[in-house]
Nanobody, 122 residues
Framework: QVQLVETGGGLVQAGGSLRLSCAAS????????MGWFRQAPGKEREFVAAISWIETTDYTDSVKGRFTISRDNAKNTVYLQMNSLKPEDTAVYYC????????????????WGQGTQVTVSS
C-alpha cells in the first residue's frame, strides 16, 4: 500500500503561483510513476502532469510552460509548481501513483490522495 497526502492548495489571483506537494508513505516511492490530475465541478478527472522513476516528465498541453512536476525520492515527495495560474486551472488536484509505464489514464493508477482545492480568481 501507498498512502498519498496532498498539501499546498488555496486561493490565488490569476497570474499567481502555488506549489502543491504530495507526500508518500508505504512502499518504495522511487519505483512509481507519480501523476497529478485535476477535476473541476461537472467535469471528468483529467491528466495534468506525470514524472517517471527516471524523472522523465510529460504535461497536458494547457499547462506546458506554466507547470513543473518534480520529485524528491529522499523525501518521498512529488511537487507541482504552478505559475501564471488562470481561472480555468481551478479544480481539485489529486496526486496518484502507479507502477509500470503510461501516464495519462486515471484508472491505471493504483493509489490516490484525497485531493487539494486550487481556486484561481480573475
Amino acid at each position: 500500500q501507498v498512502q498519498l497526502v496532498e498539501t499546498g492548495g488555496g486561493l490565488v489571483q490569476a497570474g499567481g503561483s502555488l506549489r502543491l506537494s504530495c507526500a508518500a508513505s508505504g512502499r518504495t516511492f522511487s519505483n512509481y510513476v507519480m501523476g497529478w490530475f485535476r477535476q473541476a465541478p461537472g467535469k471528468e478527472r483529467e491528466f495534468v502532469a506525470a514524472i517517471s522513476w527516471i524523472e522523465t516528465t510529460d504535461y497536458t498541453d494547457s499547462v506546458k510552460g506554466r507547470f513543473t512536476i518534480s520529485r524528491d525520492n529522499a523525501k518521498n515527495t512529488v511537487y507541482l509548481q504552478m505559475n501564471s495560474l488562470k481561472p480555468e486551472d481551478t479544480a481539485v488536484y489529486y496526486c496518484a501513483a502507479k507502477s509500470g509505464s503510461g501516464y495519462y489514464v486515471p484508472r491505471e493508477y493504483d493509489y490516490w490522495g484525497q485531493g487539494t482545492q486550487v481556486t484561481v480568481s480573475s
